[in-house]
């Protein structure tokens, strides 16, 4: 399985983040080609290390060839792009790929 | 769902790291009571934001109650301590909730 991560640091106004994230950029992000499932968590406490992380978002991908499909999709583009209007400076977009251990 | 989440930088050795992780570490996490699943996901590419993340694993509990006695199991205390063997300096903990969009 191949993930799109976004890890975002706490904004200013925590419940205006979290209304344009539902109501705006959720719904961009369900329309990305290939999407498996999307799993959302909001992060409550650091109890280690780097302090001010806020949400983390991952998008799932069955495998190689649908997650580059998607990266490519322009509804990604428009996801992607939608970011600098409510998480500009906060965000660290990474991509990865599950693993058995 | 709740969430133990470990955000690890990337290790001066990232093969040792890996060893180390499966052979050792992993086991302990396993042992930890009311895990519901774990979820490793080795990190490829940042694409915006902070450089530099490695792996991130994320342990799941299936409710409040279940996860406060995890923290509190000796199991985790040692899966814990066993982040400095390997981990210094290197990783972040939080904990999060699984929440619905």
């Known amino acids: 399985m191949k993930k799109l991560i976004a890890l975002y640091k706490a ?7 979290m209304d344009y994230y539902a109501g705006v950029h959720a ?3 369900g329309k990305i080609p290939g999407l498996v499932k999307a799993e959302i968590t909001r992060i409550n406490r650091t109890l280690a290390g780097d302090q001010g992380n806020f949400l983390l978002a991952e998008m799932y991908f069955a495998d190689e060839d649908s997650f580059r499909a998607a990266m490519k999709s322009p509804e990604n583009a428009a996801t992607g792009a939608d970011l600098a ?3 500009g400076g906060l965000v660290t977009v990474m991509t990865g790929d599950v693993i058995e251990i």
Chains 1, 2 share one sequence.
């Open 11 to 17: 904004p200013a106004d925590p419940a205006a983040f």
């Open 27 to 29: 719904p961009l992000v």
């Open 85 to 87: 209007n409510f998480a």
